[in-house]
């Protein structure tokens, strides 16, 4: 079912939800027992996936995902062209875009590369990433906020949706909101917010076994992240797996459109670089 949410959703154009959604809750219908044993799950775990194991990811073969079609690169491996960030921590190297802190030059709030290229709304944005610390993402339909304030906000401060990474694996492919609501959908998970804060909010089925997507993961090595966003229906699939999926019906606090980016985050040293950033609009 998840290859074929995919592949179908890449081909179409909004309106989609129809189709998003009803692909959703068959999953949902589907796994109907293992979403009551997920709601149980502890705060920050998917919960099972649908063999209930440990083994490979349930969602058959891989996701393709070299086909560019229709796709353009939106770094052209040489210069920040385009992109804007603090020139302390970012910049072009050997055909990749490097975020890096140190001991002499650390961060202390999470800092971010912007694309200034548009704010797009609905999209498929290809990227390759690797990290050898801490924790970073890639941030979509964000908004940045103004500097300085009460809390001192940086420059380069991006809050919205975010395909999170992480060195450590615990977090990487799920669906974060960066300074709003919080952890969206854990990897494996289809995640809902309902216009009703009374309303259902979390997670409603187990997409994939979450250890297993882990186990899909490379450590110290290039990894490959796909989004794709329709409508309120966002995907998030990881090295040919979906690690997320999130229907996005919260009227008040969802985006509908904004800056793509990538995140450095504060704390200790650390190293993310990213390459072959493809983006097609819709």
Same mark, same amino acid.
């Given at each position: 079912?998840?290859?074929?949410?995919?592949?179908?959703?890449?081909?179409?154009?909004?309106?989609?939800?129809?189709?998003?959604?009803?692909?959703?809750?068959?999953?949902?219908?589907?796994?109907?027992?293992?979403?009551?044993?997920?709601?149980?799950?502890?705060?920050? *775990?998917? =919960?099972? @996936?649908? !063999?209930?194991?440990? +083994?490979?990811?349930?969602?058959?073969?891989?996701? /393709?995902?070299? &086909?560019?079609?229709?796709?353009?690169?939106?770094?052209?491996?040489?210069?920040?062209?385009?992109?804007?960030?603090?020139?302390?921590?970012?910049?072009?190297?050997?055909?990749?875009?490097?975020?890096?802190?140190?001991?002499?030059?650390?961060?202390?709030?999470?800092?971010?590369?912007?694309?200034?290229?548009?704010?797009?709304?609905?999209?498929?944005?290809?990227?390759?990433?690797?990290?050898?610390?801490?924790?970073?993402?890639?941030?979509?339909?964000?908004? *940045?906020? =103004?500097? @300085?304030? !009460?809390?001192?906000? +940086?420059?380069?401060?991006?809050?919205?949706?975010? /395909?999170?990474? &992480?060195?450590?694996?615990?977090?990487?492919?799920?669906?974060?909101?960066?300074?709003?609501?919080?952890?969206?959908?854990?990897?494996?998970?289809?995640?809902?917010?309902?216009?009703?804060?009374?309303?259902?909010?979390?997670?409603?089925?187990?997409?994939?076994?979450?250890?297993?997507?882990?186990?899909?993961?490379?450590?110290?090595?290039?990894?490959?992240?796909?989004?794709?966003?329709?409508?309120?229906?966002?995907?998030?699939?990881?090295?040919?797996?979906?690690?997320?999926?999130?229907?996005?019906?919260?009227?008040?606090?969802?985006?509908?459109?904004?800056?793509?980016?990538?995140?450095?985050?504060?704390?200790?040293?650390?190293?993310?670089?990213?390459?072959?950033?493809?983006?097609?609009?819709?």
């Amino acid at each position: 079912m998840s290859r074929a949410l995919v592949e179908g959703f890449r081909a179409c154009r909004v309106p989609v939800l129809a189709f998003g959604v009803a692909a959703a809750l068959a999953m949902a219908a589907n796994d109907a027992g293992t979403a009551a044993q997920g709601a149980g799950a502890p705060a920050g *775990q998917a =919960p099972a @996936g649908r !063999a209930g194991g440990r +083994g490979a990811p349930q969602g058959g073969t891989p996701i /393709a995902y070299d &086909d560019r079609t229709g796709f353009r690169s939106i770094f052209d491996g040489t210069t920040l062209g385009g992109w804007d960030g603090d020139p302390t921590f970012w910049r072009a190297e050997n055909g990749t875009i490097v975020g890096q802190s140190t001991a002499e030059h650390p961060i202390t709030q999470n800092t971010f590369l912007i694309w200034r290229g548009g704010e797009p709304a609905d999209f498929d944005l290809k990227v390759e990433y690797r990290i050898n610390a801490t924790n970073s993402g890639v941030q979509y339909r964000s908004v *940045q906020l =103004p500097e @300085g304030g !009460a809390q001192n906000i +940086g420059k380069w401060v991006l809050k919205g949706y975010q /395909a999170d990474i &992480d060195y450590a694996n615990q977090y990487t492919g799920q669906l974060y909101e960066e300074r709003g609501r919080g952890f969206l959908a854990l990897r494996g998970s289809f995640g809902y917010f309902g216009s009703d804060a009374a309303g259902p909010r979390g997670p409603l089925a187990a997409l994939e076994n979450s250890d297993a997507l882990k186990g899909i993961i490379k450590p110290d090595d290039w990894n490959q992240l796909e989004i794709l966003a329709r409508g309120n229906v966002l995907i998030h699939v990881l090295n040919g797996h979906v690690s997320a999926l999130f229907v996005d019906d919260d009227t008040s606090a969802r985006a509908a459109k904004g800056w793509l980016g990538f995140q450095l985050h504060m704390g200790a040293p650390m190293k993310v670089e990213f390459r072959n950033v493809y983006l097609k609009t819709l």
